[in-house]
């Protein structure tokens, strides 16, 4: 579940291992791309961190993100 705190959405997500990760990380960049808006995120073994906020909006979560964090949940079901 995405929680919003320190102006930024943030969610980790778990798989099974690495290799899934880093799948998911793949995805997820495809869709980032696409909309122009890219998280910072960070990826230990099987974690993959986010937070999301707007740079042009003063770091401040906007629509964008919150579009791009429903898209990064589409992926993980996807996936689950």
């Known amino acids: 579940m995405w929680k919003e705190e320190d102006d930024k959405l943030k ?3 778990v798989f ?5 990760a880093f799948a998911f990380m793949t995805k ?6 696409r909309l122009d808006h890219h998280p910072w995120w ?3 073994y099987n974690k993959v961190e986010f937070e999301l906020s707007t ?3 003063g770091d ?3 629509d964008k ?7 990064i949940d ?3 079901a996807d996936m689950a």
């Open 74 to 76: 589409a992926i993980y």
């Open 65 to 71: 993100d919150k579009h791009l964090a429903d898209s």
């Open 55 to 57: 740079h042009d909006a």
């Open 28 to 33: 997820v960049a495809a869709v980032a791309d």
């Open 16 to 20: 099974k291992d690495f290799k899934s």
């Open 60 to 62: 401040k979560v906007t």
């Open 42 to 44: 960070s990826n230990a």
């Open 11 to 13: 969610r980790t997500f």
